[in-house]
């Protein structure tokens, strides 16, 4: 106290006086601010980073960034406090001055520390899913963390709000009050909406397809899943046109993946021979032609088997697989054109259908 009282004398009132302790307190805070800053960057970093996690570094990361704005923010809030020992209660206008310089670097600490608190909350939650992912030897759904991400945002921001409208003396009660009717008038005027929304969570959570799968719709249409949202799942078709179906649709729908729980896909190809043709012949080189394919699996191995005898010919149909369900299409195609012309070169025909017309002249037409 004595020393602080020796330095008060050097300066000829109390308003200087004030005046350069609110200075010394900012660039004070600035100084800590970098010395911390510092002090993470070299000796908590270099422990840190010996830990078997990523996450402690990445949340590190987001700290250092942000160290100087609160430094500011913080050594501003208490020069203004420091300030305001200088302002006597009848200068109001000075006062009220204050009151808005404090309640505006409020509400920039708020910020700040909203926005350091997100992107922790971001950085943890990706983490976390990853790492799932990683234990549990499946893909990363891609479309959850949005939906994650911005709850958390959303819940975070409405803490920062009350916080502030608290600290500024309004009664945060009568706002949850209202909030909560609002959301009840909301949820009862947007049903459609809301229904929406909960089948996109219920999709997410229980995934019966993910982003890059191929799937069928119940109308029949085909198309890979291009992207998951929280109102509607958009669907790329072979025509590179987007089929935007809503998600409570989906989820009473019957929806069949292509990709799901293995991309390893069943290719078929179906012919006709004419009655008369020696069916091992046609099975043999429709056989080998499939294990000659390189994109055909050889186990299990490509099959033949008779599946009617109609009424022109004898359909044929070959059996196999392949590791990619977008290779399907091309081998098939390539598979019949082999065939064909296989089957040229063999003589084995490929009928088209016959009819036999028998004409029956009547006795009156002969006389």
Known sequence: ????????????????????????????????????????????????????????DLILGIILDRITWIAV????????????????????????????????????????????????ADASVRYAIESHARRTSSRFNEALFPLIRRLINIVIALIAVIITLDHFGQDVSSLVVSLGVGSLAIALAAQDTIANMIGGFVIMLDRPFRVGDRIQLPSGETGDVYEIG????????????LIIIPNSDLVKSRVVNFSYPEEMIRVTMEVGVAYGTRLDDAKSIMTDIARQHPDVLRDPPPEVYTVALADSSVNLRLVARTDDYKKKFLIETALRERVYAAFMGAGIQIPFPQRVVRIVSSPDATS
């Open 230 to 241: 929280i109102r509607s799942t958009k669907i790329q078709d072979f025509d590179s046109n």
């Open 1 to 56: 106290m004595k020393s602080l009282d020796g330095f008060r004398s050097y300066f000829a009132s109390d308003v200087l006086y004030h005046l350069v302790v609110a200075c010394i307190l900012f660039i004070g805070t600035l100084v800590i601010g970098w010395i911390l800053k510092r002090f993470f960057n070299t000796v908590v970093w270099k422990l840190i980073s010996k830990t078997r996690s990523d996450l402690d």
């Open 73 to 120: 923010v913080a050594g501003a809030y208490l020069a203004t406090e420091e300030v305001a020992k200088t302002i006597y209660p009848s200068q109001a206008l000075a006062t009220q001055f204050l009151g808005y310089a404090q309640g505006i670097i409020f509400v920039s600490f708020v910020l700040v520390i909203t926005f350091v608190v997100i992107r922790i």
